[in-house]
């Protein structure tokens, strides 16, 4: 069972529905539709609701230039349907939120327009309709289906929908263009590029850090180790000490022998025999 806070939301959505039909009636903007043609369409400028008939978009509706009395359309009882048409680019229905269609057939159902490259309801949020699939898209071998409306019919479970349109998760920059609108490629400015550059410039100074620490390591580990080879000045010998210390440089002097020995050493530097050991 859904607990309470599912059921606030789903009266919510009921309530601002049924406001913005009311809204839409109170504001003597409550038409008929039907087939799109230009006596209809004047007949439908400032509507925001219509209550029956759909509208039916055909080859007819090819010869109208001028569609935007539809722009203020926010509920549709009724088919939208797009057939046959010579449309380029379909976007007059910028506005349009609720399809319900009680009729035979789907809700939307856009079919055989050769020409159509580009289909969008950007606020389209609630589709129904009495039978299914609610929405039929077919035989539109340039279509790609607008962002927005794109991420709507995901919504949709499959048995609801039967789509052959590309669909995409960004406008496409030429409406125009066939090309495949998934394929994305990364540039400089692309913020995929940054978030993979700045990782591996990090890294990389991270790895040129860890390389010059080790270096300057091994330094310092030489420099702590070179008191047991030879001790720094200033140098404090005993009586005995100073004996060997003249008589080896007589020795190197003489004949550059290799006396050195270490017993003789812990002799010449007693005070760094803690270091050596």
Known sequence: ???????????????ERAHRIAYAAQTHACCIGGEVNEEMLAALHGCKLI???GLIFTNTTGNITDLSSLQQILYLKGPLIIESTDFVVFEFLPRLEFIVNPEEGPGI??????KLVFFELPKLRSLESTEEPKVVILENPNLVIGEK?????RKLPDEQKNITAKQVTKEPQDLHSTSNTT??????????????AVPLAILFIALCGAFMWAVKKKRITFRRARPCLLPAPNYQLEPKAQVILLSLCQDIMLFNPLIWKFEESKLLWPQEQGECE
């Not at 069972?1 to 959505?13: E, G, N």
């Not at 394929?183 to 993979?196: K, L, M, Q, T, W």
């Open 1 to 15: 069972m859904p607990d309470a806070s599912v059921w606030r939301a789903c009266i919510h959505m009921m309530k």
């Open 51 to 53: 209550r029956s008939g």
């Open 109 to 114: 159902r856009v079919n055989a327009n050769p």
């Open 149 to 153: 409306l794109s991420n709507f019919l």
């Open 183 to 196: 394929e994305e490629e990364i540039h400089p400015d692309d913020p995929s590029f940054v978030a993979i």
